[in-house]
């Protein structure tokens, strides 16, 4: 099973969301900023370095505030972990995503994300979980 992480980034009542390139698996789909935990690493550290990579940034890795587990079709399992950022170093720059984009939660269902975050993203636009 793969592990992933993302971050919940949350600035002015919206939340980060990022939209995967032409050339990424699931192309143009949009979800949370993270990615996979390398062997023997911990998953706030993982989250952390993936951030720094992905948007330039030096992110404090707030509560986790949901885990799943999910089956793709071709038979991938993953298990994702999203935690809660509201504080973080430096600028936010787009260096591997086709766009990113400030959402509020009520507009996320708006947005074609992956299909493992699919629960999460109804759970945020509810009002649910932050």
């Known amino acids: 099973m793969k592990r992933v992480v993302a ?6 009542g919206k939340l980060l ?37 992905e948007l330039g940034i030096i992110a404090t ?32 720059e787009n260096r591997i995503f086709r766009e990113i984009q400030w959402a509020a939660p009520s507009d996320l269902t708006k947005y074609d994300f992956l299909e493992a975050d699919l629960t999460l993203v109804k759970d945020l636009a509810a009002g649910k979980l932050l």
Do not use: S
């Open 7 to 12: 971050a919940l980034i949350e600035k002015d």
């Open 17 to 53: 969301v990022c939209q995967r390139t032409r050339h990424q698996t699931m192309p143009l789909k949009w979800e949370f900023p993270g990615g996979k935990i390398e062997e023997g690493e911990q998953p706030r550290d993982a989250l952390r370095r993936e951030l720094e990579e």
């Open 61 to 92: 890795i707030g509560d986790e505030i949901a885990r799943i587990q999910h089956e793709y079709p071709n038979g991938g399992m993953v298990e994702l972990r999203f935690y809660v950022v509201r504080e973080y170093q430096g600028e936010i």
